[in-house]
T-cell receptor
C-alpha cells in the first residue's frame, strides 16, 4: 500500500548545475503530475503525463525544464542550468483516472530543491 | 480566469471552535473542487472534495459548502482541534487533464 514516493527528499546544488528529481507514482495510476511550490504559496502545475506521453506541459516555465516518463510509471523531472529562482519544493502527484470519479490526486512528500 | 482566490491568509481558532476558509473562482468550466491539508515539510493530502452538482458535502468534522451562482466554495472545520493546525489549500480543476489550480493557502492555528 505504498503511496507516491519522491527522491531525493532534499537536493542542494550550485547555480548552473543539472539536477534530476524522481517520482514513483502509486502502482496502476496512469496519470502523473508535477507541481512546484514556492515558500508560502500554493502548488503550481508544471506538467501532466497520461501514460508515457506528456499530455500537457503548459506549466513548464522555460526550456531548462524537461520531464520524462518512458515506461508509464516512474517519472523524472530534469532541470538544466539551475538558477537560484528554481529553489522550491517540487511535488509529484498521481491519479487513477484524471477525468472521472477516480480523479483524486495523491501527492508525494516532495523534493526540496535549493540552488546556491 | 484561471485563478482561485483564497481567504483568509491566516486564521487562529480556539479548540472546539469552527474554522471557516473561503475560496472564489472565475472559470465556470471548473468541475472539481478539492481541499488539501498540508503539514510543514509534507506533501498536500486530500481532505474533502465536491463537484458542482451538489451544494454541500460533509465528511466527519469537515464540510464543503458550494455556491455555483456566486462561484464560491468554503471549508468548515467543526470542533477544531490542535491537530488540525496546518495549511489548507482550496483547488479547482476541469477537463481531461484535471490539473489543479490552487489557492494561496490558509495557515490555521488551533489554540488549546
Amino acid at each position: 500500500g505504498a503511496g507516491v514516493s519522491q527522491t531525493p527528499s532534499n537536493k542542494v546544488t550550485e547555480k548552473g548545475k543539472y539536477v534530476e528529481l524522481r517520482c514513483d507514482p502509486i502502482s496502476g495510476h496512469t496519470a502523473l503530475y508535477w507541481y512546484r511550490q514556492s515558500l508560502g504559496q500554493g502548488p503550481e502545475f508544471l506538467i501532466y503525463f497520461q501514460g508515457t506521453g506528456a499530455a500537457d506541459d503548459s506549466g513548464l516555465p522555460n526550456d531548462r525544464f524537461f520531464a520524462v516518463r518512458p515506461e508509464g510509471s516512474v517519472s523524472t523531472l530534469k532541470i538544466q542550468r539551475t538558477e537560484r529562482g528554481d529553489s522550491a519544493m517540487y511535488l509529484c502527484a498521481s491519479s487513477l483516472n484524471p477525468g472521472g470519479p477516480g480523479g483524486t490526486q495523491y501527492f508525494g512528500p516532495g523534493t526540496r530543491l535549493t540552488v546556491l | 480566469q484561471q485563478q482561485v482566490k483564497q481567504s483568509p491568509q491566516s486564521l487562529i481558532v480556539q479548540k472546539g471552535g469552527i474554522s471557516i476558509i473561503n475560496c472564489a473562482y472565475e472559470n465556470t468550466a471548473f468541475d472539481y473542487f478539492p481541499w488539501y491539508q498540508q503539514f510543514p515539510g509534507k506533501g498536500p493530502a486530500l481532505l474533502i472534495a465536491i463537484r458542482p452538482d451538489v451544494s454541500e458535502k460533509k465528511e466527519g468534522r469537515f464540510t464543503i459548502s458550494f455556491n455555483k451562482s456566486a462561484k464560491q466554495f468554503s471549508l468548515h472545520i467543526m470542533d477544531s482541534q490542535p491537530g488540525d493546525s496546518a495549511t489548507y489549500f482550496c483547488a479547482a480543476s476541469s477537463g481531461a487533464t484535471n490539473k489543479l489550480i490552487f489557492g494561496t493557502g490558509t495557515l490555521l492555528a488551533v489554540q488549546p
